[in-house]
Structure formats: C-alpha cells, structure tokens
C-alpha cells in the first residue's frame, strides 16, 4: 500500500499564483522527498528533507515537515505554466529500510 | 553527464507474451531500482540492486517478474508471462552512493507496457 497520500488530488491554478500540495504519511520516517512527473517523462527530484529538519527551500520551492502530524507540504511561489506536472512525495522510514514508497501525486496545471 | 537510459520507450503484447525491458544507469552510480507506475498512482519499487546484488525485491511477483544486473551496471527487467494487470511505466532509476534511500534518485523516461 502506498504510505504517502497527496492532497489535492489535482490542482488548477493561474499563472502568477503560488501552489500548494500537501502530503500525509502513516509510519516514522527518515526522510522525505518532492518529485516531479511530467506527462510522459520519467521523476525529477525537487528537494528532500530529513526528520530532524523542519522546512527548507529551493528556489521557487519551500517544504515543510511536521512529523508530529506526519505531514508536508510544498508550496512553489509565483507558479509559470511550466509548472504543470504532477508532484509527489516519496518516503523512507524505519520499517522500509531504504525503499522509497511514493504517494498517489498531485496533479498541478497552471494555466498561462 | 548522461542520464539514465532505457529502451525500448513503449511495447504492445498480448497476455501470456515475454517482455523484456533495458535499463543503462548514469555512469559510476552503485545502486539500480526498477519501479512498476500504474496509470493514475505514484511509482511502485519492484527491485533494488546495489552494484550487481539484491537489496531489496520483496514487492517483485517473482513468479512471473525476474531482474539482473549483471557486472552491476547494465540491468534488464523480464515479464514472462504478462498478464493485462502489468499494464504500466516501467521506470528504471539509479543513484550514486550505496547508502540508497537518502541519496537523490535519477530516473530515466520508461518504458509504456501495454499488455492487451
């Protein structure tokens, strides 16, 4: 079963304005990682962010991490129409040893 | 540098057909994952290699699903037979420590298997 859960499913927004997916994991962590998919290609990393971190940024990007409520967020500010894609989360935790388990996505369009 | 390659890009059997998918990993990098991603869902890890041993193949349907890295650089996935179930993007990732789950992982653009 997939550990992470993304939310919302899909996103619809103007270009200009800021983005914001959120994800929801279920077991302890070790790290946490941002993906992006574009249609028909294969995952690009974003950015990780380990447990003991609480938020971090990249450029347009900023992630946070909440491990109390098990959760984060990606927010991508001042969104462009190359944006569109779909992003996910990816976890690895105590109990999975180094397997990455991936959530379902987001599907982000950004609309010219 | 070069990312990481794989071939062929889309294939179309019939059910009970064999497959068999290529993956060559960016240059020097020790650890190979193959992922399975059903239309609509995030990636699913089938297998892990760290140069040309198993880490991890506990979610691989090893009755029908094999996988080998051998030299721990080239690696090929095979599906034999296919059912329609195995209908996806084969994705096919690599990153360089042996560390594996916090290291950044590169993934290469799939293969689209359309089992009819």
């Known amino acids: 079963s997939q550990q992470g859960e993304e939310d919302p499913q899909a996103l619809s927004i103007q270009e200009g304005e800021n983005a914001t997916m959120n994800c929801s994991y279920k077991?302890?962590?070790?790290?946490l990682q941002w993906y992006r998919q574009n249609s028909g290609r294969g995952l690009v990393h974003l950015i990780l962010?380990?447990?003991?971190?609480r938020e971090k940024h990249s450029g347009r990007l900023r992630v946070t991490l909440d491990t109390s409520k098990k959760s984060s967020s990606l927010l991508i500010t001042a969104s462009r129409a190359a944006d569109t894609a779909s992003y996910f989360c990816?976890?690895?935790?105590?109990?999975?040893?180094?397997?990455?388990?991936f959530g379902e996505g987001t599907q982000l369009t950004v609309n010219p | 540098e070069a990312g990481v390659a794989q071939s062929p890009r889309y294939k179309i059997i019939e059910k009970r057909q064999s497959v068999a998918f290529w993956c060559n990993p960016i240059?020097?990098?020790?650890?190979l994952y193959w992922y399975q991603q059903i239309l609509g869902q995030g990636p699913k890890l089938l297998i892990q290699?760290?140069?040309?041993?198993?880490?991890?193949d506990s979610q691989l349907p090893k009755d029908r699903f094999s996988a080998e890295r051998l030299k721990g650089v080239d690696s090929t996935l095979k599906i034999q037979p296919a059912k329609l179930e195995d209908s996806a993007v084969y994705l096919c990732?690599?990153?360089?420590?042996?560390?594996?789950?916090?290291?950044?992982?590169?993934f290469g653009p799939g293969t689209r298997l359309t089992v009819l």
């Open positions: 990732a690599s990153s360089q420590s042996l560390s594996g789950s916090s290291d950044t992982q590169y």
């Open positions: 990816a976890t690895d935790g105590e109990t999975s040893g180094s397997r990455l388990t």
């Open positions: 962010i380990r447990s003991n971190e």
């Open positions: 240059s020097g990098h020790a650890t």
């Open positions: 077991t302890s962590i070790n790290n």
């Open positions: 290699f760290q140069n040309n041993g198993v880490v991890d």
